[in-house]
Nanobody
Framework: VQLQASGGGLVQAGESLRLSCVAS????????MGWYRQAPGKQRELVAT???????NYADSVKGRFTVSRDNAKNTVFLQMDSLVPEDTAVYYC???????????????WGKGTQVTVSS
């Protein structure tokens, strides 16, 4: 399984960006896709996830500003980021995971990351 993210860049505070991530390979239909981020000197943290059934989960810091969505047919997850602030500056990583019930193990995959920089 490979994850390819795109859409990062440099923007000013208050502007928007849209990230996309396409997953390829053998993927279980029932899964969770999402985004995590890591700022310099900090641990990687959850930004938002969405299940194949459409349930979403957001970090408190992005609620009301970011929207996660997906296209199941294309194994693609999106992150619409509005009202960006400098604290959103980080490398954003795409994530895909599912539960392998047969072998009783969690499968998890990461993309390489895309830089988002928000200037004040």
């Amino acid at each position: 399984v490979q994850l390819q993210a795109s859409g990062g860049g440099l923007v000013q505070a208050g502007e928007s960006l849209r990230l996309s991530c396409v997953a390829s390979g053998t993927i279980l239909r029932i899964n969770t896709m999402g985004w995590y981020r890591q700022a310099p000197g900090k641990q990687r943290e959850l930004v938002a996830t969405v299940t194949s059934g459409g349930s979403t989960n957001y970090a408190d810091s992005v609620k009301g500003r970011f929207t996660v969505s997906r296209d199941n047919a294309k194994n693609t997850v999106f992150l619409q980021m509005d009202s960006l602030v400098p604290e959103d500056t980080a490398v954003y990583y795409c994530n895909l995971k599912w539960r392998d019930v047969l072998f009783r193990r969690d499968m998890e995959f990461w993309g390489k990351g895309t830089q988002v920089t928000v200037s004040s």
